[in-house]
């Protein structure tokens, strides 16, 4: 089990350029999640899926956030336009079911100058 | 009041020494609960899950007491590779299995 894989693994980016960041569960977990985590703020819950279908989206900081899942493999978390503010580390995670642990990906740095 | 709250710590420790951690969280609906590691510039990872009946694996224990809400851990005979920051976890079913981490508690366990 290759376990969740996000990408990219670094990102570094000019104030006001759209980043995209990625995910792919692993293969039969129907909930996934982003999070964002900074030394300010600790781990927090941007969005979450399950089954394809955002559940609870009440996380994402403001519009400039948008997240989708197409299919059952795929997720992603966009920022248009990016701020020095939204610079921090973006995990995945996903789980078989609500309520159960979750495996979480290595995560994305992103870093906005 | 955060929903979940926790030490930040640090606690430092002796190699061998028994530490303990305590996490309360504030909404009586939750339902799930679970303990993660995170070490520095990682991903978090799940540890263990804990159960009012509490839950044992090796060295580490975990135990909810739902009366008084909160989770604890307990390790045992302490290595230095448990240094780390620990989070616990709590999921609310009513909420719409909405999980809330704590701010992690970190553990350094010193020669």
């Known amino acids: 089990d290759a376990g969740v894989i996000q990408s990219p693994r670094h990102e570094v980016t000019e104030m006001g350029q759209e980043v995209t960041l990625r995910c792919k569960p692993i293969s039969g977990h129907n909930s996934l999640f982003w999070y964002r985590q900074t030394m300010m703020r600790g781990l927090e819950l941007l969005i979450y899926f399950n089954n394809n279908v955002p559940i609870d989206d009440s996380g994402m900081p403001e519009d400039r956030f948008s997240a989708k899942m197409p299919n059952a493999s795929f997720s992603t978390l966009k920022i248009q336009p990016s701020e020095p503010r939204d610079s921090a580390v973006y995990f995945c995670?996903?789980?078989?079911?609500?309520?159960?642990?979750?495996?979480f990906g290595s995560g994305t740095r992103l870093t906005v100058v | 009041r955060k929903e979940v709250e926790q030490d930040p710590g640090p606690f430092n420790v002796p190699e061998g020494a028994t530490v303990a951690f305590n996490c309360t969280y504030s909404n009586s609906a939750s339902q799930s609960f679970f303990w993660y590691r995170q070490d520095c510039r990682k991903e978090p990872k799940l540890l263990m899950s804990?159960?009012?009946s509490g839950n044992e694996d090796g060295r580490f224990t975990a135990q909810l007491n739902r009366a008084s809400q909160y989770i604890s851990l307990l390790i045992r005979d302490s290595k230095l590779s448990d240094s780390a920051t620990y989070l616990c976890?709590?999921?609310?079913?009513?909420?719409?299995?909405?999980?809330?981490f704590g701010d992690g508690t970190t553990l350094t366990v010193k020669p």
């Open positions: 804990v159960y009012s």
């Open positions: 995670a996903s789980s078989s079911r609500v309520g159960y642990g979750y495996t």
């Open positions: 976890v709590v999921i609310s079913f009513t909420n719409a299995g909405k999980s809330t």
